[in-house]
C-alpha cells in the first residue's frame, strides 16, 4: 500500500494493538457469499466512520422489520444484501470527498446525525469544507464550494451508486440488485439523489434498509428512545411514513437483544441459503473486493491485482504447494481490505505524517487480517495479508514481528507487496522503474528487513534477472549460507560433509568462519542468527 510509513522506520503504533477474533481452524472447510460479503461488510463500518458490525446489526433489523411485515423470502434475500453492500460505494469516492472535506471518515461518521438535506446538509459540508486550512483559505474553499455543491455531491453520489451496483453484479447477487443500490441516496420526499425519485419509486428493500442503517447508528450512540425520536421526526421526509409508524409502534421488540447479540453469528444464521463458494467462484468474489479496496485511492487502483499476480508467479517458482499458492494470491487480491479504515487525508497526502497519523495508518494490516480472519475458510488468507508490512528486523508494523514469527508465505507477499508499491507512483514521491524498484528491494534484504529467498523469487516473477550473487548478512559467502542451514537442521561436521561432498575438515573451517563472521558460538546460537536473518525457515 501507500508507503508514508518506510520499511526502515523501527517505531510501530505506540498502543497496543487489540487482538482479534480467536483463531479458526487452518483448515475450516468451506466459504459462503454471506460470509464473504459479511466480512466485507466490516471494512465498510470502517469506511463510514463506524465501528466493525454495525451493517450486520443494522441487517438483522432490516430482516425483524421485513419479518413484522409479512415480506416474502426473495424479498428479504434481497434487503439482506442490500444492507451489507450500499454503503461500499461511499469508499470508492474517498478521494474525492477527502479533497473536499478533510477526513472522509469524520464527514461519513457526522453524515447520520442529520436530515441530509436543504439545509441541514449544507450546514454539514459548510462545516466540514476546508477544515484543515488556515482561517482565509478555509473562507475561500467554503465559499467557492457553495457555488458549487448541487452538482459537486449529484456526480459523488451518482458515482457511489454505480460502484456498489458494479460490485453487486461482480460478487454474482441478484440480478435486480443494482436496480436497488441506485436508490441509496433517494428519499421519500423526492429531495434525494441522484435523480430525485419518491415513495414508492423507491424499492421497498431499500427504504428499510436506509432506516434500519439510520436506527441502529442512533440505538447505539443514544438508546432507544433517541433512535425512535429520530425515526419519528424523518417520518415522510427521509423515511417510508409507514415503515416508520412500524419501526417506533414496534421499537423494543425490534430491537431487543440486538446491542448484546453476536451480529456476526446471528446475521450468518439469517443470511439467505446458498452453495458454498470455492475454487474460480471465490476467486471472482475475492478479485472483486480487492479492485474495490483499490479505490479507496486512486494512487493505488489495480494495486492488489498485480500483487496477486506477482506473488502466485514467485511461489510458483519457490516451490510452494498448491494449497499454499492458492492462498498467496487470494491474500494478494484482499491484503489491503483494512485500508477502509484509514482516512483519505492521511492516504492522500503529498507532506510527512504526523507521529499520531502514522499510528493510525500502521493499523491497516491489523484491519484486513481482522475483517478476513471472521471467514474460516480464509484463515490462512487472514494470516498471510496481516502480516504483509512486517518485517524481519522488527521494524515493520502492526505488530512488530521478528524473523521468527514470519513464515515463507508471509515474506513472500511482504516482497511481492514492496515491490509492486514502489512501482506505483504515491502523492509523496514518483513511481521508481523496474530496475530500481529491483535495486530497493535487494536494499532491504541487505539491511535485513526483507527475506533473500523471497525477494529473489519475486524478481524472477517480475521479469528481473535473477541475482547472480545474493547480498548475505555479516559478509557470509553462499557456500557458508548452505553449511549454516546444515547445521540450523542439527547436522555435525561429518554430516555436513557428507551432504555438501566435501571434506569434514572443510565442513569445520565453514562452522568456524560461519561463528567468526556472525558473533556465535554453537548451533542455537547460529540458528536464531539464521532465523533472525531470514537465511533459514523451519516449515521450508
Same mark, same amino acid.
Given at each position: 500500500?501507500?508507503?508514508?510509513?518506510?520499511?526502515?522506520?523501527?517505531?510501530?503504533?505506540?498502543?497496543?494493538?487489540?487482538?482479534?477474533?480467536?483463531?479458526?481452524?487452518?483448515?475450516?472447510?468451506?466459504?459462503?457469499?454471506?460470509?464473504?460479503?459479511?466480512? $466485507?461488510?466490516?471494512?465498510?463500518?470502517?469506511?463510514?466512520?463506524?465501528?466493525?458490525?454495525?451493517?450486520?446489526?443494522?441487517?438483522?433489523?432490516?430482516?425483524?422489520?421485513?419479518?413484522?411485515?409479512?415480506?416474502?423470502?426473495?424479498?428479504?434475500?434481497?434487503?439482506?444484501?442490500?444492507?451489507?453492500?450500499?454503503?461500499?460505494?461511499?469508499?470508492?469516492?474517498?478521494?474525492?470527498?477527502?479533497?473536499?472535506?478533510?477526513?472522509?471518515?469524520?464527514?461519513?461518521?457526522?453524515?447520520?446525525?442529520?436530515?441530509?438535506?436543504?439545509?441541514?446538509?449544507?450546514?454539514?459540508?459548510?462545516?466540514?469544507?476546508?477544515?484543515?486550512?488556515?482561517?482565509?483559505?478555509?473562507?475561500?474553499?467554503?465559499?467557492?464550494?457553495?457555488?458549487?455543491?448541487?452538482?459537486?455531491?449529484?456526480?459523488?453520489?451518482?458515482?457511489?451508486?454505480?460502484?456498489?451496483?458494479?460490485?453487486?453484479?461482480?460478487?454474482?447477487?441478484?440480478?435486480?440488485?443494482?436496480?436497488?443500490?441506485?436508490?441509496?441516496?433517494?428519499?421519500?420526499?423526492?429531495?434525494?439523489?441522484?435523480?430525485?425519485?419518491?415513495?414508492?419509486?423507491?424499492?421497498?428493500?431499500?427504504?428499510?434498509?436506509?432506516?434500519?442503517?439510520?436506527?441502529?447508528?442512533?440505538?447505539?450512540?443514544?438508546?432507544?428512545?433517541?433512535?425512535?425520536?429520530?425515526?419519528?421526526?424523518?417520518?415522510?421526509?427521509?423515511?417510508?411514513?409507514?415503515?416508520?409508524?412500524?419501526?417506533?409502534?414496534?421499537?423494543?421488540?425490534?430491537?431487543?437483544?440486538?446491542?448484546?447479540?453476536?451480529?456476526?453469528?446471528?446475521?450468518?444464521?439469517?443470511?439467505?441459503?446458498?452453495?458454498?463458494?470455492?475454487?474460480?467462484?471465490?476467486?471472482?468474489?475475492?478479485?472483486?473486493?480487492?479492485?474495490?479496496?483499490?479505490?479507496?485511492?486512486?494512487?493505488?487502483?489495480?494495486?492488489?491485482?498485480?500483487?496477486?499476480?506477482?506473488?502466485?508467479?514467485?511461489?510458483?517458482?519457490?516451490?510452494?504447494?498448491?494449497?499454499?499458492?492458492?492462498?498467496?494470491?487470494?491474500?494478494?487480491?484482499?491484503?489491503?481490505?483494512?485500508?477502509?479504515?484509514?482516512?483519505?487525508?492521511?492516504?492522500?497526502?503529498?507532506?510527512?505524517?504526523?507521529?499520531?497519523?502514522?499510528?493510525?495508518?500502521?493499523?491497516?494490516?491489523?484491519?484486513?487480517?481482522?475483517?478476513?480472519?471472521?471467514?474460516?475458510?480464509?484463515?490462512?488468507?487472514?494470516?498471510?495479508?496481516?502480516?504483509?508490512?512486517?518485517?524481519?528486523?522488527?521494524?515493520?508494523?502492526?505488530?512488530?514481528?521478528?524473523?521468527?514469527?514470519?513464515?515463507?508465505?508471509?515474506?513472500?507477499?511482504?516482497?511481492?507487496?514492496?515491490?509492486?508499491?514502489?512501482?506505483?507512483?504515491?502523492?509523496?514521491?514518483?513511481?521508481?522503474?523496474?530496475?530500481?524498484?529491483?535495486?530497493?528491494?535487494?536494499?532491504?534484504?541487505?539491511?535485513?528487513?526483507?527475506?533473500?529467498?523471497?525477494?529473489?523469487?519475486?524478481?524472477?516473477?517480475?521479469?528481473?534477472?535473477?541475482?547472480?550473487?545474493?547480498?548475505?548478512?555479516?559478509? $557470509?559467502?553462499?557456500?557458508?549460507?548452505?553449511?549454516?542451514?546444515?547445521?540450523?537442521?542439527?547436522?555435525?561436521?561429518?554430516?555436513?560433509?557428507?551432504?555438501?561432498?566435501?571434506?569434514?575438515?572443510?565442513?569445520?573451517?565453514?562452522?568456524?568462519?560461519?561463528?567468526?563472521?556472525?558473533?556465535?558460538?554453537?548451533?542455537?546460537?547460529?540458528?536464531?542468527?539464521?532465523?533472525?536473518?531470514?537465511?533459514?525457515?523451519?516449515?521450508?
Amino acid at each position: 500500500m501507500a508507503d508514508h510509513c518506510s520499511d526502515g522506520v523501527a517505531a510501530g503504533p505506540s498502543g497496543k494493538v487489540p487482538e482479534g477474533p480467536a483463531a479458526m481452524p487452518r483448515n475450516a472447510a468451506t466459504t459462503s457469499r454471506p460470509e464473504i460479503l459479511a466480512a $466485507l461488510s466490516l471494512a465498510i463500518d470502517l469506511g463510514l466512520g463506524q465501528p466493525m458490525e454495525h451493517m450486520l446489526r443494522a441487517t438483522l433489523l432490516g430482516l425483524r422489520m421485513a419479518t413484522l411485515l409479512g415480506l416474502g423470502e426473495e424479498t428479504s434475500g434481497r434487503l439482506y444484501y442490500a444492507n451489507l453492500i450500499a454503503w461500499i460505494g461511499c469508499h470508492a469516492d474517498s478521494h474525492e470527498l477527502a479533497a473536499l472535506f478533510g477526513d472522509d471518515l469524520a464527514f461519513r461518521a457526522d453524515y447520520y446525525f442529520i436530515d441530509a438535506h436543504g439545509l441541514p446538509m449544507l450546514s454539514l459540508m459548510l462545516r466540514h469544507a476546508g477544515q484543515e486550512l488556515p482561517p482565509i483559505q478555509r473562507t475561500a474553499r467554503r465559499t467557492q464550494f457553495a457555488a458549487t455543491a448541487n452538482s459537486t455531491v449529484k456526480a459523488l453520489i451518482l458515482s457511489h451508486c454505480r460502484s456498489a451496483g458494479r460490485l453487486a453484479e461482480r460478487v454474482g447477487l441478484d440480478a435486480d440488485m443494482p436496480d436497488i443500490l441506485i436508490h441509496t441516496f433517494e428519499r421519500w420526499d423526492g429531495k434525494g439523489l441522484p435523480v430525485g425519485v419518491s415513495g414508492i419509486e423507491i424499492p421497498m428493500e431499500m427504504r428499510i434498509a436506509q432506516l434500519a442503517d439510520t436506527a441502529e447508528v442512533f440505538l447505539r450512540t443514544a438508546g432507544l428512545e433517541a433512535a425512535v425520536r429520530t425515526v419519528r421526526q424523518r417520518s415522510g421526509t427521509q423515511f417510508d411514513p409507514r415503515l416508520a409508524d412500524v419501526f417506533c409502534s414496534h421499537a423494543a421488540e425490534l430491537t431487543s437483544g440486538l446491542l448484546e447479540l453476536d451480529p456476526w453469528t446471528a446475521a450468518l444464521a439469517a443470511a439467505p441459503s446458498e452453495v458454498c463458494l470455492s475454487g474460480s467462484g471465490l476467486d471472482a468474489v475475492l478479485a472483486a473486493m480487492g479492485d474495490f479496496a483499490d479505490l479507496k485511492s486512486p494512487w493505488t487502483a489495480g494495486h492488489s491485482r498485480q500483487v496477486a499476480a506477482l506473488t502466485a508467479t514467485a511461489a510458483a517458482h519457490s516451490g510452494c504447494s498448491e494449497p499454499e499458492l492458492t492462498a498467496l494470491r487470494r491474500a494478494g487480491w484482499v491484503h489491503d481490505l483494512g485500508r477502509m479504515g484509514v482516512s483519505n487525508s492521511i492516504w492522500d497526502r503529498a507532506g510527512p505524517l504526523s507521529s499520531l497519523d502514522r499510528e493510525r495508518l500502521q493499523l491497516y494490516p491489523f484491519l484486513s487480517g481482522r475483517i478476513l480472519s471472521r471467514v474460516p475458510g480464509l484463515r490462512r488468507v487472514a494470516e498471510l495479508a496481516g502480516a504483509h508490512r512486517e518485517r524481519l528486523d522488527g521494524s515493520g508494523y502492526p505488530r512488530g514481528l521478528s524473523a521468527g514469527g514470519l513464515d515463507p508465505g508471509q515474506r513472500l507477499l511482504g516482497a511481492a507487496d514492496a515491490y509492486q508499491t514502489y512501482l506505483e507512483p504515491r502523492p509523496h514521491r514518483p513511481a521508481l522503474l523496474a530496475a530500481a524498484a529491483a535495486a530497493r528491494l535487494r536494499a532491504e534484504v541487505a539491511a535485513g528487513r526483507l527475506a533473500a529467498a523471497a525477494v529473489e523469487s519475486v524478481l524472477v516473477a517480475a521479469g528481473q534477472q535473477e541475482a547472480r550473487r545474493r547480498i548475505l548478512p555479516s559478509a $557470509l559467502t553462499a557456500r557458508e549460507v548452505e553449511v549454516l542451514r546444515l547445521l540450523c537442521r542439527g547436522l555435525d561436521n561429518r554430516a555436513i560433509a557428507a551432504a555438501l561432498f566435501i571434506a569434514p575438515k572443510t565442513a569445520r573451517n565453514h562452522v568456524e568462519h560461519i561463528y567468526g563472521k556472525t558473533g556465535v558460538s554453537n548451533r542455537v546460537t547460529a540458528t536464531l542468527f539464521a532465523l533472525d536473518a531470514g537465511l533459514w525457515d523451519r516449515p521450508a
